[in-house]
């Protein structure tokens, strides 16, 4: 009679297919070497194939280690949650929520909308996960989802939010050294940030939003890599006009001319709807969005460059 693999053999073998070496697979889950390895020998002999070759570089799967990884991808998601349900009581606004959002909204909007929610709350735990990767929601690698893109499945509870605006942004001091553009044209003459790798989807924004042929002389494929960037002074990018209008110093450049709407929403399991603590946290995020939404599309956000443009003529005249 065969014998069911124990799902540490299973967490056990995704880690070291993850890390490469049974020794930072157990750095990893604060386990021994040898119980790795007897781990993955456990799997093996349970399924009678091999699933990992010695290599120089290290541990290398094999075709078998390759057909069994999604579906450890999926024990591994589905354990993670399971704990996460079984943390939080009937009730209570207690347990943990993993919320998943975009590096840059993660980042820079996400904790002063979740920060007050603890406070409230002091018993419930946020897991912030900050990947321009989606995660799944129907396989539960994620309780709650803000989406830049329209959530596609079944089964999913959401709310849009709107279209948060993104612009043409540079730091005064570069504007004070190399002018202001008047046109999208002018943009050829000016140090622009933006992505490194030219995918599809960059691609559609630069023909449809922007000037054919753009360059870009600072690119990096991490969006907070450039919103630095743009707050270094290094040149003239594109970012959400609301996190430009936290700082004085940034100016909206050719609002006008140019502007992406980046549709938003908030996305959870529809089974989630009776939990209180991830009820508690879907609604605290979409108000917060919403007001976030409201500030970037405020008329106000457009005043700094007028503004600053008659500040630069002056100096300019002296």
Not at 26 to 52: C, K
Not at 81 to 101: E, H, Y
Not at 185 to 213: C, E, S, W
Request: charged letters at 20%.
């Amino acid at each position: 009679m065969s014998i069911e693999p124990s799902w540490d053999f299973y967490r056990s073998f995704l880690t070291v297919l993850q890390q490469g070496s049974l020794s930072a697979a157990a750095r990893e889950l604060g386990l021994t070497q040898p119980t790795i390895g007897r781990h993955v020998d456990a799997l093996e002999l349970a399924i009678g194939a091999e699933l990992f070759t010695r290599s120089p570089n290290g541990l290398l799967p094999t075709d078998a280690a390759l057909a069994l990884k999604p579906y450890a991808e999926t024990l591994a998601a589905t354990t993670a949650a399971l704990l996460r349900t079984a943390s939080g009581q009937r009730d209570c606004v207690t347990g943990t929520v993993r919320v998943s959002a975009s590096e840059v909204i993660a980042v820079e909007v996400l904790p002063a909308i979740l920060g007050p929610l603890q406070e409230t709350y002091p018993e419930l735990q946020i897991e912030l996960s900050a990947s321009d990767t989606i995660e799944d929601l129907v396989n539960r690698e994620a309780d709650i989802a803000v989406r830049m893109a329209e959530p596609q499945q079944d089964a999913l509870v959401v709310r849009r939010i709107g279209d948060i605006p993104l612009g043409f942004h540079a730091h005064r001091r570069y504007l004070e050294r190399y002018g202001i553009p008047q046109t999208l044209a002018d943009l050829a003459n000016h140090r622009l940030i933006g992505f490194d790798r030219q995918t599809a989807y960059v691609r559609m924004v630069m023909k449809r939003y922007a000037v054919p042929g753009i360059e870009f002389s600072f690119r990096s494929d991490s969006n907070l890599a450039q919103l630095s960037a743009i707050r270094a002074g290094v040149g003239i990018g594109i970012c959400q006009t609301g996190l430009a209008r936290e700082n004085p110093d940034l100016v909206h450049i050719l609002p006008d001319a140019f502007s992406i709407p980046l549709g938003t929403w908030v996305a959870m399991h529809e089974s989630l709807k009776s939990s209180p603590r991830c009820r508690a946290t879907f609604d605290v995020l979409v108000k917060g969005l919403q007001d976030y939404h409201r500030y970037s599309t405020s008329a106000q956000s457009r005043k700094s460059e007028s503004i600053f443009a008659k500040n630069h003529a002056q100096i300019s005249k002296r």
